[in-house]
C-alpha cells in the first residue's frame, strides 16, 4: 500500500535549521510530484514546496523563498526540505504530498516543527 513517511521535525531556535525527510512506498515515486505543505494552530494548511517528478523544477512560497530547499533522491525514493533561517512563523506541522492527479494524490501523517527560544 502507498505509504509516505515524514520525519527530521523537532523544536529548534529562530535562525536555526531543520531537515525534513519524506520516505515513499508503494507507488512509482519518480513518475509522481512531491509537495510539502504545512499547517500552523487556527491556519488553513498551505502549500510550502514543489519539486517535480525529474526534480528539475522547482517552486516555492514567498514567505519561504531563499530559506527552505526542497530536494528528492529518486534512487531512495524519498523527498527532503531543508529550513534554514527558521522563523517562529515556520511553526507547524509539516505533511508531505505525492500528486500526480486527483485520483493519485497521497498524504503523510505529517512531522511537526516548533521554532522557540
Known amino acids: 500500500q502507498v505509504q509516505l513517511v515524514e520525519s527530521g521535525g523537532g523544536v529548534v531556535q529562530p535562525g536555526g535549521s531543520l531537515r525534513l525527510s519524506c520516505a515513499a512506498s508503494?507507488?512509482?515515486?519518480?513518475?509522481?510530484?512531491m509537495r510539502w505543505f504545512r499547517q500552523a494552530p487556527r491556519k488553513e494548511r498551505e502549500l510550502v514546496a514543489y519539486i517535480s517528478g525529474p526534480g528539475h523544477i522547482t517552486n516555492y512560497a514567498d514567505s519561504v523563498k531563499g530559506r527552505f530547499t526542497i530536494s528528492r533522491d529518486n534512487a531512495k525514493n524519498t523527498v527532503y526540505l531543508q529550513m534554514n533561517s527558521l522563523k517562529a512563523e515556520d511553526t507547524a506541522v509539516y505533511y508531505c504530498?505525492?500528486?500526480?492527479?486527483?485520483?493519485?494524490?497521497?498524504w503523510g501523517q505529517g512531522t511537526q516543527v516548533t521554532v522557540s527560544s
Open positions: 508503494g507507488f512509482t515515486f519518480s513518475t509522481y510530484g
Open positions: 504530498n505525492a500528486w500526480r492527479s486527483s485520483l493519485s494524490n497521497y
